[in-house]
Nanobody
Framework: EVQLAESGGGSVQPGGSLRLSCTAS????????VGWYRQAPGNECRLISI???????YYTGSMKGRFTISQDIAASTVYLTIIDLKPEDTAVYYC??????????????????????WGQGTQVTVSS
């Protein structure tokens, strides 16, 4: 059975940092494209970053700079590191995976999206 599980969320003060983890079971990231998304209350589900099966990375324009995606193939884990956290980063963060020839959505009404494999999400709250 294919499963994704996010972890690493929590409550942090503005200016802090977090490393979120997305751990897979039932498939290998070497043959998958993996994306991180977030959804805040009242907002749509938005793509943050993608790491492809060959290790290439992509960030949406507004997410460049403070977000870094990386992977540990041996640990079947993809990470999202966020620095200089701001209150507007408060959201539920999700990871999603598709096959190496699949496509991850840029945005949608809600996370999880309609295709691919998704985790259950991890809450990030940024407040002083």
């Amino acid at each position: 059975e294919v499963q994704l599980a996010e972890s690493g969320g929590g409550s942090v003060q503005p200016g802090g940092s977090l490393r979120l983890s997305c751990t897979a079971s039932g498939f290998t990231f070497t043959d998958s494209n993996v994306g991180w998304y977030r959804q805040a209350p009242g907002n749509e589900c938005r793509l943050i970053s993608i790491i492809s099966s060959n290790g290439g990375t992509y960030y949406t324009g507004s997410m460049k700079g403070r977000f870094t995606i990386s992977q540990d193939i041996a640990a079947s884990t993809v990470y999202l590191t966020i620095i200089d956290l701001k209150p507007e980063d408060t959201a539920v963060y999700y990871c999603a995976a598709v096959g190496h020839d699949g496509t991850l959505m840029e945005a949608g009404a809600r996370c999880p999206g309609p295709s691919g494999y998704w985790g259950q999400g991890t809450q990030v709250t940024v407040s002083s």
